[in-house]
């Protein structure tokens, strides 16, 4: 009985809560869902986070070891990156970060989603590429979090 109540009150410490970040103005918000081509020899990095599980959770997100910032519920991060090229995107977990390789074409754009996961300790982290249609309207719905703001 006593386990199961433990259980149940860190699912909800978990669950509940919500964590904020620093976030752009509305005006560029909403000129990066204008999900326009990138320039030649760039692509876009939409990186988003659309759960509510591990509210109270902030994660960084880093693209080739640079910080792109610090993600919390429902935000997106954009950045421009070189095309043509294969780029590590991390994002912090429970004991070290989770990596994803995206090799990224010029002139597109890439949608990354960031997912929380139960741990043993805390909730990680893992980031999987989506669907440009996915994407596009799962950020819709998003704001724009302002990048360089790592805990690291």
Same mark, same amino acid.
């Given at each position: 009985?006593?386990?199961?109540?433990?259980?149940?009150?860190?699912?909800?410490?978990?669950? !509940?809560?919500?964590?904020?970040?620093?976030?752009?103005?509305?005006?560029?918000?909403?000129?990066?869902?204008?999900?326009?081509?990138?320039?030649?020899?760039?692509?876009?990095?939409?990186?988003?986070?659309?759960?509510?599980?591990?509210?109270?959770?902030?994660?960084?997100?880093? #693209?080739?070891?640079?910080?792109?910032?610090?993600?919390?519920?429902? #935000?997106?991060?954009?950045?421009?990156?070189?095309?043509?090229?294969?780029?590590?995107?991390?994002?912090?977990?429970?004991?070290?970060?989770?990596?994803?390789?995206?090799?990224?074409?010029?002139?597109?754009?890439?949608?990354?989603?960031?997912?929380?996961?139960?741990?043993v300790f805390v909730?990680?982290?893992?980031?999987?590429?989506?669907?440009?249609?996915?994407?596009?309207?799962? #950020?819709?719905?998003?704001?724009?979090?302002? !990048?360089?703001?790592?805990s690291k």
């Amino acid at each position: 009985m006593l386990r199961k109540a433990t259980i149940i009150t860190m699912a909800a410490l978990f669950l !509940s809560g919500c964590a904020s970040v620093p976030m752009e103005d509305r005006a560029l918000s909403d000129q990066a869902k204008l999900f326009a081509s990138p320039p030649e020899g760039q692509s876009g990095l939409y990186i988003y986070r659309d759960s509510v599980m591990g509210g109270a959770l902030k994660k960084d997100i880093w #693209v080739d070891g640079e910080c792109v910032g610090e993600s919390a519920p429902n #935000v997106f991060f954009y950045k421009a990156v070189t095309g043509d090229k294969e780029h590590i995107i991390s994002t912090e977990s429970e004991f070290s970060p989770n990596n994803l390789r995206l090799f990224t074409k010029s002139q597109i754009n890439y949608f990354i989603r960031q997912y929380i996961k139960m741990g043993v300790f805390v909730g990680g982290a893992g980031l999987e590429a989506v669907e440009a249609a996915e994407g596009e309207n799962a #950020v819709r719905g998003l704001p724009l979090a302002r !990048s360089g703001n790592c805990s690291k």
